[in-house]
């Protein structure tokens, strides 16, 4: 089984390929110019690479968020595309629970990690698990909460995605005096969870590309009012 893992969610975006034996060249792709510029281009090339088509995918594991609203429209719409093409299934993962996995080693014992994501207007997306054997439990609900709040009650374990949080020496300070790590590209690791429920190792149902959003975008707020 050969397994695409796509995540767009935030500047940095990243695939990987993983088949029935192991990891095959995980990419990140920065940021200029935007995803839907080098997303399919940097695909092909890594194909080439590894001597296969995009034919020869059997299916496609898409980060759906939450993250860049953009970003993440891009990546799904990618995978869904890419899906229909081949005719293969495509699946959707929360992007915080996958940084969460991604950050633990598969041997390690069970360990609590909670996954900070810069959200812009002063918030962050919040995600609590338990993390252990590769899989993750959710411990408080995914949300977008102010950063002030998620640094007063930060956890053990704290993981830090996306560009805008490094952008303050400030806040910058205050994560590293809190241990913080900076999350993992996760392509690889979306790939190996697809492969996981499709080939029903987890014996889990396989779960929908849908938007996990948390939040309005700008655009839907001005909407509204």
Avoid: W
């Amino acid at each position: 089984m050969l397994a695409l893992g796509l995540d767009t969610s935030c500047a940095t975006a990243s695939l990987g390929l993983f088949d029935d034996e192991g990891r095959i060249a995980p990419r990140s792709i920065p940021s200029p110019p935007v995803h839907s510029e080098r997303l399919l281009l940097t695909l092909r090339h890594v194909l080439q690479e590894a001597g296969l088509g995009v034919k020869d995918l059997d299916l496609v594991a898409c980060a759906c968020g939450p993250g860049s609203f953009t970003g993440l429209r891009v990546g799904m719409a990618t995978a869904r595309g890419l899906g229909l093409a081949i005719g293969c299934p495509v699946l959707g993962f929360s992007t915080l629970e996958t940084i969460a996995i991604a950050s633990v080693a598969p041997s390690s014992d069970a360990s609590r990690v909670t996954v900070l994501m810069d959200a812009g207007r002063g918030q962050v997306y919040r995600g609590r698990y338990l993390v252990a054997s590769g899989a993750a439990r959710l411990l408080h609900p995914e949300a977008a909460v102010a950063i002030d709040d998620a640094l007063r009650d930060a956890a053990d374990g704290l993981v830090v995605h996306g560009e805008g949080l490094g952008e303050s020496a400030i806040l910058g300070a205050v994560l590293r005096g809190l241990g913080s790590i900076p999350a993992p590209p996760i392509g690889e690791t979306l790939a190996r969870r697809g492969a996981a429920l499709c080939s029903g190792a987890t014996g889990g149902a396989l779960p929908p590309l849908i938007p996990n959003y948390l939040r309005a975008s700008d655009a839907e707020k001005t909407a509204t009012t």
